[in-house]
Every structure is written in structure tokens, then in C-alpha cells.
């Protein structure tokens, strides 16, 4: 799957994305760099460690994804 960051925490690391199905995954960045509006693709439909592509800023990035087809107001929540 593929999504567009709608929201960073740096200090916690966590990132919102919405996905292009409309749903949205929250995940914790393991070391990567992820802004609003970057574009992320590989994502999988599941919880724990995963490896995504940064489309937006051509890397590979490790991600542990905390929450899957959340709402938008649960995602916010979730990284705040």
C-alpha cells in the first residue's frame, strides 16, 4: 500500500499516514526522517517492524506500525 504523512511527532517519533484506501496507520519511526506531505509506499497490512519506502525522499526506512485502519481523529491522537 501507499500513503501521504498527514502528521509527525518528532519528539515521540510517531507518524500519522493515510492511506490511499482512505483508511489510516499510525507507526513509530525507527531511525528514518518522515515529514508531512512525504509520500510512503510498502507499507503492509499488519502490526510490528516493517520496512517502508520513502518515496518523497528516495530511502528505505524501518517503521513499527502501532495502529492499523484507524480514523483520522484516533491516528492524531495516537502520535500526540
Known amino acids: 500500500m501507499k500513503g501521504i504523512v498527514i502528521a509527525v511527532n518528532r519528539i515521540r517519533g510517531m507518524v500519522a499516514v493515510q492511506l490511499e484506501d482512505g483508511d489510516h ?3 513509530e519511526s ?3 526522517d518522515f515529514s508531512k506531505g512525504d509520500i510512503v509506499s510498502n507499507i503492509k497490512d499488519e502490526h510490528g517492524d516493517q520496512e517502508v519506502m520513502n518515496v518523497t ?3 528505505r526506512e524501518s517503521i ?3 495502529a492499523l485502519n484507524a480514523t483520522i481523529k484516533s491516528a492524531l491522537t495516537l502520535i500526540s
Open 30 to 32: 525507527l531511525g528514518g
Open 64 to 66: 513499527y506500525v502501532e
Open 57 to 59: 525522499e528516495g530511502s
Open 25 to 27: 496507520i499510525v507507526f
